[in-house]
């Protein structure tokens, strides 16, 4: 049967993976745009970049690393104080959620209807990329619903986002935890 931690991990791992998909396709384009052959139309030949791919690359960057690091945390128990709690994850959620929320809108309102030139792989990069930001969107805000139901019902927010805690026996008891070894 399936559990709350089992379906928050695949949910990261769903985000890492578009994540990296997202870091694949702003790479794509930022190469484009700094290395336009001189004969190129796109800006008569002159290479820039977008500032909204920039903000993307760093947002998908940032969502693999903020992934990676509470698969960890949910996967091996670990507790690392303030930041592994579930109020820790939500704000490193909510800081996901606008980032990619900026991202996706302002790529949109440039990319959001590039049916015209679809012939061009560079208008086709674009309208994957604008795909995917919002992906990732939809993801975070997913994992921001879940994670915000499960720490209410079980009135869990400053306590370990793992959920395998014993109020017995954890560290936010205050009571210095039992080895569990035979020794001590």
Not at 134 to 151: G, Q, R, T, Y
Request: charged share 10%.
């Amino acid at each position: 049967m399936a559990t709350i931690n089992g379906a928050r991990v695949g949910l990261y791992v769903v985000l890492w993976l578009f994540s990296a998909v997202l870091l694949g396709l702003t790479a794509t384009r930022l190469h484009y745009t700094l290395r336009l052959p001189p004969g190129d139309p796109l800006n008569h030949g002159k290479s820039f970049y977008d500032p909204i791919v920039a903000e993307l690359l760093v947002t998908s960057v940032l969502g693999m690393i903020w992934s990676s690091f509470i698969i960890h945390i949910i996967h091996r128990s670990y507790d690392y104080g303030r930041i592994s709690t579930f109020a820790g994850e939500l704000i490193g959620l909510m800081g996901l959620f606008a980032l990619y929320l900026v991202g996706a809108a302002i790529a949109s309102t440039y990319w959001g209807n590039l049916f015209w030139c679809h012939q061009y792989w560079q208008c086709r990069v674009l309208t994957v990329l604008v795909a995917f930001a919002w992906m990732c969107w939809v993801i975070v805000f997913i994992l921001i619903f879940v994670s915000v139901m499960f720490a209410v019902a079980n009135a869990a927010f400053f306590r370990p986002l793992h959920a395998q805690y014993d109020a017995r026996d954890s560290y936010y008891n205050r009571e210095p935890k039992r080895r569990r070894c035979g020794i001590f």
